[in-house]
């Protein structure tokens, strides 16, 4: 394995950025649920903290690190075109003077 598939290996892609984004709002927004419920019945408001709290450290633990799951999709990267002789970045263009 060289250098550059490790990098790659280290990225999501848009989609799965998107997936990953989408995950963790719906499991916060489940154990927040479900905390305020769990709290109002037993009427102690740190369960609720703390059941929003793990629902914070799962969706960290399933978003956060680039998962195969969220690699599906890689970016086609256009390949590198050969530079034309008589091209170059300096030669022929002219700077306006400032009047």
Avoid: C
């Amino acid at each position: 394995m060289g250098l550059n598939d490790w990098f790659n290996s280290l990225h999501m892609d848009y989609d799965g950025q998107a997936r990953a984004e989408k995950l963790s709002r719906i499991i916060i927004l489940l154990f927040g649920f479900v905390g305020f419920i769990w709290g109002y019945i037993i009427q102690q408001f740190s369960e609720t903290v703390r059941i929003l709290g793990a629902g914070f450290i799962l969706a960290a633990i399933l978003t956060i690190p680039p998962w195969p799951i969220y690699r599906r999709k890689p970016l086609s990267w256009q390949k590198v075109r050969p530079q034309r002789s008589g091209d170059s970045d300096g030669e022929g263009k002219t700077k306006k003077k400032k009047q």
